[in-house]
T-cell receptor
Framework: DSGVTQTPKHLITATGQRVTLRCSPR?????VYWYQQSLDQGLQFLIH???????AKGNILERFSAQQFPDLHSELNLSSLELGDSALYFC??????????????FGNGTRLTVT | GDSVTQMEGPVTLSEEAFLTINCTYT??????LFWYVQYPGEGLQLLLK?????DKGSNKGFEATYRKETTSFHLEKGSVQVSDSAVYFC??????????????FGQGTTLQVKP
């Protein structure tokens, strides 16, 4: 058990809809990362928050947004969903913001299916 | 930009066979290198890492050496077990000052070990 909790585990929704994915980091971890894993793109970094502030953006679409709350949990919001958004979305946390100093701990992911 | 290339899978081995999964990278700076493992239905787990050239990371019988001259970080294990069946990801983290520690992953290599 990594200590990172993601909910829900599975999500099935229709095109055009909006969903929210939730992540609770390991106790004490200040950094939260979101990754998307799809068959064609592999594992892609989306966004990183550290102690409530956005630190870096990767290949995140404008239809997607995220935030980290004062209690350090994070939410990833996906809107105007398209079939191609179907993927496994991972959250990871770490104590600091440099991977070489504190490794990432991944949750088990939320599997999103857009029909 | 930075990138990671892994050998394509699946790799199928018999128990106690020798394992090599090739990984090469392209990076402008001096990245840290990682191997992550993903078991079915779970998130990624850090297997080992190396933060500078000639470092050897090792864990659970797996080893990988950071080779700057060949820009490689091949994963090896002398004797695989059925329980090693999983997907293995090579990744790098740019160490440029101010970097947020986001990881760039390879496509993953599926390992299947048969009894």
């Amino acid at each position: 058990d990594s200590g990172v909790t993601q909910t829900p585990k599975h999500l099935i929704t229709a095109t055009g809809q909006r969903v929210t994915l939730r992540c609770s980091p390991r106790s004490g971890d200040l950094s939260v990362y979101w990754y998307q894993q799809s068959l064609d793109q592999g594992l892609q970094f989306l966004i990183h928050y550290y102690n409530g502030e956005e630190r870096a953006k990767g290949n995140i679409l404008e239809r997607f947004s995220a935030q980290q709350f004062p209690d350090l949990h994070s939410e990833l919001n996906l809107s105007s969903l398209e079939l191609g958004d179907s993927a496994l979305y991972f959250c990871a946390s770490s104590a600091t913001f440099r991977e070489e100093n504190s490794p990432l701990h991944f949750g088990n992911g939320t599997r999103l299916t857009v029909t | 930009g930075d990138s990671v290339t892994q050998m394509e899978g699946p790799v199928t081995l018999s128990e106690e066979a020798f394992l090599t999964i090739n990984c090469t990278y392209t990076a402008t700076g001096y990245p840290s290198l990682f191997w992550y493992v993903q078991y079915p239905g779970e998130g990624l787990q850090l297997l080992l890492k190396a933060t500078k050239a000639d470092d050897k990371g090792s864990n659970k019988g797996f080893e990988a050496t950071y080779r700057k001259e060949t820009t490689s970080f091949h994963l090896e294990k002398g004797s695989v077990q059925v329980s090693d069946s999983a997907v293995y990801f090579c990744a790098l983290s740019d160490n440029i000052a101010g970097n947020t520690g986001k990881l760039i992953f390879g496509q993953g290599t599926t390992l299947q070990v048969k009894p």
